[in-house]
């Protein structure tokens, strides 16, 4: 059995050999751009993900804006912390989920209003960072164009980031970001039968 000193000694060796393999790849590192980030799949923590890289760009002094498609009948304790940032220009389809409203041409408008505010962002340089939430329903529904999204997120500043959230990301829209997060569902309180939790669901 190995003693202390000789665990203690191994544990050194190899974290240096792992210090040495990070610093090597941020070395390499070297292209500095706004980035596309995707994050989908059916787990819940998408859209928590995303606000939590709004507050982490705000904590940085950035200038942010948040599109949220689908979403709107409830109030959700994002648009309550941020609606009134003075660094957050926020944006909400208001129409419910689409299972709701069960009108696909007043959806078809909602999404093409909340799309031109979008739009507008996204060839705005003072904006640092946007987040379109639920924007992949839009695309699979077929509410948007899905060549004209691409190409606005193609064309945007440099050095704008976008994160974009929701189930099906298409893989045009996987082609062009940069990171890709597919989050799993496990395991889901709802699926027992557990009503959805203010502070953890919206």
């Known amino acids: 059995m190995a003693t202390s000193d ?11 050999r792992k210090k040495e393999h990070i610093d090597n ?6 292209i500095d751009k706004g980035l596309i980030v995707v994050l989908t799949g059916n787990g819940k923590g998408k859209s928590s993900s995303a606000f939590g890289m709004l507050a982490r760009s ?3 002094g950035l200038n942010c804006a948040v599109i949220q498609f689908i979403k709107g009948v409830w109030e959700t304790g ?14 909400v389809m208001a129409t419910g989920f689409t299972w709701e409203t069960q009108d696909r041409d007043k959806d078809i408008a909602a999404a093409k209003a909340t799309w031109a505010e979008a739009k507008r962002l996204l060839q705005d340089d003072s904006v640092d960072l946007i987040i379109l939430d639920e924007l992949t329903y839009m695309l699979t529904y077929g509410y948007l164009d899905k060549q004209e999204v691409i190409e606005c997120l193609q064309n945007r ?7 974009i959230t929701g189930r099906n990301a298409s893989p045009e829209l ?8 597919e989050l799993e569902s496990v395991k889901h309180a709802f699926d027992q039968g557990i009503k959805v939790q203010k502070g953890v669901d919206y």
Request: hydrophobic share 40%; glycine share 2%; net charge positive.
């Open 6 to 16: 000789e665990r203690k000694a191994r544990h050194k060796k190899a974290m240096q």
């Open 25 to 30: 790849r941020i070395q390499q590192a070297t």
């Open 58 to 60: 705000l904590g940085h």
């Open 78 to 91: 994002e648009h309550l912390m941020f609606k009134d940032h003075p660094r957050v220009e926020f944006h």
């Open 157 to 163: 500043p440099a050095m704008q980031h976008v994160v």
């Open 174 to 181: 996987i082609e062009i970001a940069d990171t890709v997060a």
